[in-house]
């Protein structure tokens, strides 16, 4: 889903600025839970100069809004999900007239996503033909990303219109979508105002995986612990102590981030530690822990 407000305004009859915010939510299909959200904002500039070629320029940038949490299938693993924040550029060239038959454009693009575990940044370069009556189409374009590399794209395509009624009389049914006008330069730049905002709906998820893990240090008969339940902030957590069976031991608070830390104070012998969120059922890897005596 994406909702998005904004302006375009005619500085001249042939210069065209434009201002807009969006705001998108995203989930694949099949996938329950929160939506992952963004929001960002764009500028864009249309110009007509001289009427010998036309320039257009645009820029977004995108700013994740929130983190999506869920635990992996085993539930040993805590899998975080955001959106990153990047931006994205385009500049588009017209070239001046050649021929009489063809118009040429250039087209620049660079862009830049980043997250804990993403970056994907890169550009493109194209060169892109068409005849003015619309009938062929054709271009070439050398683009770069961090994480496919280079690469380069061929592309073209044939439009014409088919008539069944000259196809009914015996005629050719095919012609050329347009008439090639004799002046080139007769359009507007107010055509540009209700055209759809160009920017990317489909940016890559940064994806982290970290494991429910418990670390133990043991200092004499001291058991000193870390370790973090990620999706459980400013919650209750039950440390317990196993030479057999399981036993519950003490409760300690994780932070805001879900993290916590402890210490014991245990007599000689080899135990084995773990963590349990009793609210939801996750425990935490065990740790083998071995107290010497205080001698030892």
């Not at 133990?216 to 057999?244: C, I, K, L, M, Y």
């Not at 059922?281 to 001698?295: D, F, H, K, T």
Request: aromatic letters at 10%; charged letters at 20%; one cysteine or more.
């Amino acid at each position: 889903f994406s909702l998005s407000a904004g302006m375009r305004h005619l500085i001249t009859s042939d210069a065209l600025v434009g201002f807009y915010a969006f705001h998108d939510w995203t989930r694949s299909r099949r996938l329950k839970g929160d939506f992952l959200r963004q929001a960002g904002m764009g500028l864009e500039l249309s110009w007509l100069p001289g009427y010998h070629s036309d320039l257009s320029f645009r820029i977004n940038t995108y700013f994740p809004v929130n983190e999506r949490r869920s635990l992996s299938q085993d539930r040993s693993l805590m899998i975080e999900e955001s959106l990153p924040i990047g931006s994205d550029a385009s500049v588009s060239l017209l070239l001046p007239a050649m021929t009489n038959l063809l118009d040429f454009r250039v087209t620049a693009q660079a862009h830049s996503y980043a997250g804990q575990s993403t970056d994907a940044r890169g550009y493109r370069f194209g060169l892109s033909a068409n005849t003015r009556n619309g009938v062929c189409f054709a271009s070439l374009a050398q683009s770069y990303d961090r994480l496919s590399g280079d690469s380069f794209r061929i592309d073209g395509s044939i439009n014409l219109v088919f008539d069944w009624m000259a196809l009914a009389g015996g005629q050719n049914p095919f012609s050329a979508p347009f008439k090639v006008s004799p002046n080139r330069y007769d359009r507007r730049v107010a055509d540009a105002l209700y055209e759809k905002v160009v920017r990317r709906y489909d940016l890559p998820t940064d994806r982290r995986e970290r494991q429910i893990a418990l670390a133990a240090v043991v200092v004499g008969d001291a058991v000193s612990f870390h370790g973090s339940f990620p999706e459980f902030p400013n919650s209750r957590v039950t440390v317990q102590v196993s030479q057999s069976p399981w036993r519950d031991y003490t409760d300690l608070v994780t932070d805001g981030k879900g993290t916590y830390r402890g210490k014991l104070t245990l007599p000689p012998g080899q135990y084995r530690l773990r963590m349990v969120h009793k609210a939801s059922g996750i425990i935490s890897e065990e740790q083998v822990v071995l107290v010497r005596n205080s001698g030892q």
